[in-house]
């Protein structure tokens, strides 16, 4: 674990000041804003309308008026978990950002849509954006890859036998994931002050109101509310069918987007104990330890929120992914350009495939 933050090497930041520039004159010869705009707000009018709707329906409520079979009440749950996935990606993860708007109200406003998930904004950001977004694929620092001794995530981490098959029983930790963030993690981030040894800012009135508040409705809602209205057995099974699809995909999306194969990670404990900089610059970083993957696709960029152009995303956090296909086009030039290796997949499944590929190699013995 690095005991503090590291330094990155300033390697003259020619790359980075080239792109900043052209992208800046993107949006100036356009006339466009970097926050979000009508696309995101189509997407968060979606979000809060349907995911509401799906809830009554699946709840059977007799006083709804509209009966529902059992496995339809189970199908809804899984749509249920996709809406609230889908709105992590594109609302939440934007406005956390400060990339949903220019106002900063509404930004903290929509960044709390993680409520929904019964999580919390605030340790969320302190954990993604300074924590992940700085030093990211840096053992001991960032938190995402902070998974030992249950799965080894880069050479750095201890081996144990029992990663052999970590390929195979990974899926069934994503799928318990968010019932773990939700009822483990976050407290343990909470009470421990500190995200994966660092700690956080100190937490408001308002900030602890929050938290609580979420764990209480979300806990009602998604809970009590299934056991209540559909019993213990076909109460819990809707509940588990909303959790194992939302920590799959949720999973997935973020472990393509760093955990494939040809990805570079650096061990944070080695330069912290020798009191050395990151050998790279911060933006060359991003870039060596990100990948893209199905960026042609349509859907996956509507769906995931941009997070596909996970590079774009890296590189200019508080920019509306909305934009990101436009800074694809000014990425990869300069990348070529200045000889840095950008890494991008053509599919979503390509991805998957590479992810099981590369954690199956940490599997083996060192």
Known sequence: MATKPLQFTNNGNDFFNELRSQVDAYFTTNKISKNGNWLLWSKTAFAIIVTPILLILALNIPAVGIPMPIWGSILLFVLIGQMHTFTGFNVMHDACHGAFSSKGWVNKLFGNSLSLMGSHAFIWKFKHNTLHHTWTNVDGLDDDIAKAPI???CESQPFKPYHKNQHL???FLYGISIIFWMYANDFMKYFNKAVNEQPMPKMSFTEHLIFWTAKVC?????VVA???????GW??????AMQISMGIVLSLVFQLAHAVEDLHFEDGVKYDTNGERLPNEWAIHQVMTTNNFATKSPFATWFMGGLNFQTEHHLFPSISHVHYPALNKILVPLCEKYNVK?????TFSYAVGSHVRYMKSLGEAA
């Open 342 to 346: 950008y890494n991008e997949m053509p």
């Open 169 to 171: 029983y990974m899926f």
């Open 226 to 232: 299934p056991l209540y209205f559909l019993g213990i």
């Open 151 to 153: 799965l080894r995530h």
């Open 235 to 240: 109460g819990f099974a809707c509940y588990m």
């Open 218 to 222: 979300y806990t009602l809602f998604y």
